[in-house]
């Protein structure tokens, strides 16, 4: 059985078990702590970071992107009689999902409303230019799900999670996007690709009184500075 490395909160490990889920394919999971990283898991890992995907051979394939291509190979796509113009577009809007994840880890662990508006500009970028693509739906492609709807998955799993526990809104300004949003809820692969204590690991760091999203609102003691509990990804 496929065995995936993992983080709990990180958005590039999701990717990998929600395309997993979506797919119904078996997988193990370990969860390691990124700031006690055991050796075994070094000696494997060129990077020292996660996903980390053990194939049933024994081999240990890094870069999601790697593993996503592997997985896809090794299974059925999700959307089936693609032309390979189709299957591009589709990986150049899965990228622009997976280059903006640890823009949204930092956004979200600002210390201050000025830096979270700041940062959040590159996400406004980024959901502008999907809200434009969105369509019929209720997925990117249309009425089945498909890859490009997995690589965008982390990033409005985690903006349905912000939502939910404070008053900010990382999509009001994109219904489309909201809609997409909502019927990747009703899949219930948010839930099928993360650890059961994810949302209160989530909170840990990003609804904590460090952040400003945590704080209700107010700076508290870190009076403009940003938090330093680690990274989502590569603490």
Known sequence: MIKIVSFKICPFVQRVTALLEAKKIPYEIEYISLKDKPDWFLALSPTGQVPLLVTEAGSALFESDAIVEYVDEISKPLEENLTPEQRAVNRAW??????????????????????????KKKLDSAFSKVEKKLEGGPFFGGINIGNVDIAWLPLLHRAAIIQNHSDYDFLEKFPKVKRWQAALSDTELYEKSVAVDFVDAFKGLYLSERTYLGGSGLDKALLGKESQTGGCCNS
Do not use: D, P, T, W
């Open 94 to 119: 899965s990228y622009q999902a997976s280059k903006h994840y640890l823009v949204q880890c930092s956004a979200m662990q600002s210390g201050n409303r000025e830096s979270l508006e700041e940062k």
